[in-house]
C-alpha cells in the first residue's frame, strides 16, 4: 500500500539545476525519514541525502553544498533540489522511506533518470 511517485528527472547541462519530487502515499509521512539514493551504470547504489522526521539533513560528501533535500508535509512530499550538476552526477535517482520498525529503508520509487551533459 506505500507508494513513492517520483518526477523531475530529465537532461540537463553542467553547471545547471534540476529539482527531483517524491509523493508519498500509504505511510504517515510525518512519521518517516525519506532519503534519495543514486546508482550509475556499473556502480553500487548510494545515498545521496536524507531526511529525518524530525527535519535534520545528512549528504554525502559530493553532494554538499550543492544539493538540498527537503519535505513538506502538506503535500507528502519529498524534494531533492540539485545545483551547480556535474557529469558525474549522472544517474537513476531513486526516494525511499524509511522504516521504524525495521530499522532500514523498505520501499522505494520507481527511479528517475538524471543525464548530466559535458
Known amino acids: 500500500q506505500v507508494q513513492l511517485v517520483e518526477s523531475g528527472g530529465g537532461l540537463v547541462q553542467a553547471g545547471g539545476s534540476l529539482r527531483l519530487s517524491c509523493a508519498v502515499s500509504g505511510r504517515t509521512f510525518s512519521r518517516s525519514g525519506m532519503g534519495w539514493f543514486r546508482q550509475a551504470p556499473g556502480k553500487e547504489r548510494e545515498l545521496v541525502a536524507s531526511?529525518?522526521?524530525?527535519?535534520?539533513?545528512s549528504y554525502v560528501d559530493s553532494a554538499k553544498g550543492r544539493f538540498t533535500i527537503s519535505r513538506d508535509g502538506t503535500k507528502n512530499t519529498v524534494y531533492l533540489q540539485m545545483n551547480s550538476l556535474k557529469p558525474e552526477d549522472t544517474a537513476v535517482y531513486y526516494c525511499?522511506?524509511?522504516?521504524?520498525?525495521?530499522?532500514?529503508?523498505?520501499?522505494w520509487g520507481q527511479g528517475t533518470q538524471v543525464t548530466v551533459s559535458s
Open positions: 525511499a522511506s524509511y522504516s521504524n520498525v525495521y530499522g532500514r529503508y523498505d520501499y
Open positions: 531526511i529525518s522526521s524530525g527535519g535534520s539533513t
